[in-house]
């Protein structure tokens, strides 16, 4: 079994693996002979939720939750909004320390807000987070 998933901190003993086939989730002991992850990945403004790839081999792990059929689209869409409030919280974080960046800092005797360009990308954000926000209030 290969899995892709979300490893609880980099010290957890213990891993969440949804198989995305059968929608099972799985708890595995990560110090358990067999079980091999390579190095995280670390994504810009995720980093509460590092990815790695777990390979598991000759090892049983722990069914904890099977999800039938019915239950898929009421599992998918609530990931949905997990997603897109994760999502609108991120660029609501990057927004507010790009603005006070800009702000802040001098170039050519002035804010970097002084500038057309930067303005237009700021509102570039702006725009976006809103969208995020509408999609997240839509769900």
Known sequence: ??????????????????????????????ENIGVTHRKKVYRLGWRTANLANI????????????????????????HDVLDSVIAY??????????????????????????FQVVRHKLVDIAIERENLNTLSIAY
């Not at 901190?9 to 059968?22: F, K, P």
């Not at 081999?57 to 599992?75: A, F, G, N």
């Open 55 to 78: 390979n598991i081999d000759r090892v049983e792990p722990i069914q904890l939750i099977h999800i039938d059929e019915s239950k898929q689209e009421i599992w998918r869409a609530s």
């Open 89 to 114: 919280g991120t660029v609501q974080c990057a927004f507010e320390r790009v603005t006070s960046y800009t702000q802040q800092r001098f170039q050519f005797g002035g804010p970097l807000t002084q």
């Open 1 to 30: 079994m290969n899995f892709r998933n979300y490893v609880n901190n980099s010290a957890a003993s213990y891993a969440l693996l949804q198989d995305h086939i059968t929608s099972t989730i799985y708890v595995v002991n990560l």
